[in-house]
């Protein structure tokens, strides 16, 4: 465990040390953090960085995740969540809690900053395809609801909203939520037709 007191000392720390996951704030002194994700993307590629940010820097979070951040977490985060947050990067999964995701699809939702669909060469699937029941949950996942909360919502089990969102990933050629809602927004599915 290490900490660092600017961009250049956390850059050289992460070169050095070569951590599993990295906590950084958004707003470093002498160099920025989204310059040191950069940077740590090419000078340490296997450690993962976890964003902390303030509501107000909501514009950097598409850009972090264009680099390669793992995760963002809100600076009044409670340790609980931190520690959640730590462990699911270190699995090799995304965090995003459903503010800075909502927050994140947002941004993505602009066509100026959408990236071109699909650049892992899997085809667009057309629209046709779903079922009415998936097309409400992708609303939901776009709004950024949780399995659990989307279960309550639709009077379904979670185990059902689950097969539903397996289904959907399949028929879009997606392999997260981040990507089913950035789809959507791309697609326009995250509106009730």
């Known amino acids: 465990m290490a900490e660092a007191a600017d961009g250049i000392e956390a850059i050289d720390k992460c070169v050095s040390l070569d951590p599993d996951v990295v906590l950084m704030d958004v707003k470093l002194p002498k160099v920025d953090g989204l310059t040191v994700l ?7 590629p296997r450690s993962k960085v976890i964003l902390f940010a303030s509501g107000e820097h909501k514009d950097d ?6 680099l390669g951040c793992c995760g963002i977490l809100l600076k009044d985060s409670a340790t609980s969540l931190i520690e959640k947050s730590i462990v699911k990067v270190h699995a090799g999964e995304i965090w995003l809690d459903s503010t800075t995701t909502a927050a994140v699809i947002r ?24 079922s009415q029941r998936e097309r409400e949950i ?3 996942i776009s709004q950024g609801y949780k399995n659990k909360e989307i279960a309550e919502k639709m009077f379904i089990t979670e185990q059902t909203v689950k097969n539903h969102l397996h289904n959907v990933f399949d028929k879009l050629g997606v392999s997260d939520r981040l990507e089913l809602a950035l789809y ?7 509106v009730k037709p």
Do not use: C, D, W, Y
């Open 61 to 66: 979070f598409v850009e972090a995740m264009k």
């Open 138 to 140: 992708i609303i939901l």
């Open 38 to 44: 950069r940077s740590v993307q090419t000078r340490a």
């Open 107 to 130: 941004q993505f939702a602009s066509p100026t900053e959408f990236p071109a669909a699909h650049a892992n060469g899997k085809p667009n699937r057309e629209r046709a395809q779903l």
């Open 184 to 190: 959507a927004i791309h697609n326009s599915l995250h």
